[in-house]
């Protein structure tokens, strides 16, 4: 995108400083500072923080190994200053695009620290080559660390049959509708079957889980998980910037939330999957690219 008459002054900063200006109420911001400071904030107002560090598909061992340090780092900073909250890690993050068993060794450090720490740790779900693995990652972790949960997305046709699995071995799941774009042969495409997928799986949950969580902003879903509650454990989870009133309403109302905070410099995949969820949030960006 080039501003009309000006394209030998073209300034791919300014582009990425304007888009930094709609992400930032996505993310926390740059550094783990700031993370935790809006951890301390999610605290604050009756929630538990999910701390997610920014970046996928990192393809390099020296980059994976310092995306553990930081993790690492910041599970020891949310035990030293006693936020209630944990991490939320994905699966390339930790190597998953370069080696299976790399991925498997650095989440078993994680998980290592996290429990020694007394601190849940989950496992976000990235697009749906790496489903499989996952799965197959969580329950070889859960085998040993009972404080460990596996996102889970209703847009994919094998989930029903991923769940049972994961139930059958008293896994935990967090459950959302899923936020990548995924083909006809592996995904639902409207959004009737999407919300049906994700309410016959709440209702799995319901009947057979420990604990799970309910993450989505849809206040039909929210009300469903409400009303099908019948003394089953959960919590429900939203993520940092959107529908904060509802988060405050159910806080108010006795509910367990946590809010997922991402931080870091790599902010622009995770934004453009929230710009892209809602035509507001792209008047939102057009406005504040007009307005500089
Ligand atoms: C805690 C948490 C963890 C997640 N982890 C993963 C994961 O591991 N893997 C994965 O694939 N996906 C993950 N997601 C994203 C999820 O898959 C969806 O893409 C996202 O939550 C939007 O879907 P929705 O359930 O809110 O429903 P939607 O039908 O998209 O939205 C329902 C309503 O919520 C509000 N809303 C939703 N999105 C926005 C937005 N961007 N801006 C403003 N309002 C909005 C609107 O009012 C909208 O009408 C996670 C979501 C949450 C909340």
């Not at 340090?69 to 900073?77: A, K, N």
């Not at 944990?86 to 996290?114: F, H, W």
């Not at 071995?169 to 997928?197: I, S, W």
């Amino acid at each position: 995108m080039e501003p009309a008459g000006h394209s030998d002054s073209y300034d791919p900063n300014l582009m990425e400083r304007l888009l930094f200006k709609v992400a930032k109420k996505w993310v926390a911001g740059h550094s783990a500072d700031e993370a935790i400071a809006a951890a301390k904030d999610a605290n604050a107002k009756g929630m538990a923080a999910i701390l997610n560090f920014l970046g996928e598909e990192t393809s390099k061992q020296d980059e994976v190994e310092s995306i553990v340090d930081e993790y690492l780092s910041v599970i020891e900073r949310i035990g030293a200053e006693k936020i209630r909250g944990c991490v939320s890690v994905k699966p390339t993050q930790l190597g998953l695009a370069i080696d299976y068993e790399m991925c498997l060794a650095n989440y078993r450090r994680l998980a290592a620290r996290a429990s020694e720490l007394g601190q849940f740790m989950w496992i976000d779900m990235e697009s749906v080559k790496f489903t499989e693995d996952t799965i197959a990652i969580y329950l070889e972790l859960f085998k040993r660390h009972k404080m460990i949960g596996v996102a889970m997305q209703s847009y994919l046709r094998r989930s029903a049959s991923d769940l049972l699995h994961v139930l059958e071995n008293g896994g935990m799941v967090r459950l959302v509708k899923g936020a990548y774009h995924e083909p006809e042969e592996h995904a639902f495409q409207t959004r009737d079957e999407v919300d049906a997928n994700y309410s016959k799986l709440m209702k799995m949950l319901h009947e057979s889980a420990n604990f799970f969580a309910v993450a989505t902003h849809d206040s039909k879903l929210i009300d469903e998980a409400i009303s099908f509650s019948n003394g089953s454990q959960f919590e429900f989870q939203l993520l940092m910037g959107i529908r904060d009133e509802l988060k405050r309403d159910l806080v108010e109302k006795g509910f367990s939330v946590s809010e997922y905070i991402p931080y870091g410099a790599q902010w622009l995949p995770y934004s453009v999957r929230r710009l892209r969820e809602r035509k507001r949030n792209l008047l939102l960006l057009a406005r504040s690219l007009v307005q500089d």
